[in-house]
């Protein structure tokens, strides 16, 4: 039962969007006796910066979960971001601390970047190659790079999106080598799709798989199948691979952290969780 002592925590999206995080959080909270809910809100674009203002004002609430298209005006409308937020250029995560101050962070590519290192890979002075540098691509190359990568190369159909990206990754990390313009997987140690291609049957590969070594780790964002075209011609190759799924179950104990609520493995998430494929 929701009480007004019950922790609030705010998922905030376009109102058509599909809220799959209490599906997911507030299981895992019953099961542990934990006294708090996240509720989907719905807030149209236009709204939002007023919305957001009162919502911190709720003696219960604690922060938020943020959702497209709201994540770039987050950054905005907090007293202060994370380094991963600021190369991302967007937050997907507030939270209300002791002093009344609303800190931002992002964790889309933190989630992505535990799943790789939980596959035993390790980051630390690889060659990683991010094809799609919008809203997902971002924040996945920024987690990147905090996790240390030595190169990276950048690409997406909008040449400034990744332009803009390298400028903020070579801001934050001067030792970072950065090339955009080629989605040649050729050379580089890691691979993902971050853009929505696979999400048809009929889209053509986001690159050229017959040019992706043997050894090269492949990721996918994509979850609307588990194996998409992508990721079955890597593993017809292969390559390790990672699951777009396998980014949303390891960015919660993320989020749980950053709110203070413990945290959990990927595996006692998916037990509870009431998210049908």
């Not at 962070?105 to 933190?110: I, L, R, T, Y």
């Not at 994509?222 to 593993?235: D, G, R, S």
């Not at 799924?245 to 609520?261: C, N």
Request: with cysteine; net charge negative; aromatic share 10%.
């Amino acid at each position: 039962m929701i009480s007004g002592k019950t922790t609030l925590i705010a998922h905030l999206g376009y109102p058509t969007f599909a809220f799959k995080a209490p599906l997911i959080y507030n299981p895992w909270f019953e099961k542990n006796d934990i006294d708090a809910v996240v509720v989907p809100m719905g807030v149209k674009a236009g709204e939002y910066p007023e919305f957001f203002h009162y919502l911190f004002k709720l003696t219960n609430v604690r922060g938020a979960l943020v959702t497209m298209p709201h994540k770039v005006t987050t950054i905005e409308l907090v007293d202060e971001l994370t380094p991963t937020a600021v190369v991302a250029g967007a937050a997907n995560a507030v939270l209300l601390r002791e002093d009344g101050t609303l800190l931002g962070d992002q964790f889309d590519g933190e989630g992505f970047v535990r799943g790789v290192l939980r596959k035993g890979f390790d980051l630390q002075g690889k060659r990683a190659l991010v094809v799609g540098n919008g809203g997902v691509g971002s924040p996945i190359a920024a987690s990147l790079a905090a996790a240390g990568v030595a190169a990276m190369g950048l690409f997406d159909p909008y040449a400034a999106a990744s332009e803009a990206l390298g400028e903020r990754l070579v801001a934050a990390y001067p030792e970072l080598q950065i090339t955009t313009g080629s989605k040649d997987p050729d050379g580089f140690d890691l691979v993902v799709n971050a853009t929505p291609l696979g999400m048809k049957d009929d889209d053509p590969l986001p690159l050229d798989v017959d040019r992706i070594a043997p050894t090269t780790f492949v990721g996918e964002v994509v979850m609307k199948q588990e194996i998409t075209p992508f990721l079955q011609a890597a593993l017809d190759k292969g390559c390790p691979v990672q699951v777009g799924k396998d980014m949303l179950f390891e960015q919660i104990p993320a989020y749980l952290e950053f709110f203070g609520f413990g945290t959990a493995t990927p595996d006692e998430l998916r037990s509870v969780s009431q998210v049908r494929d």
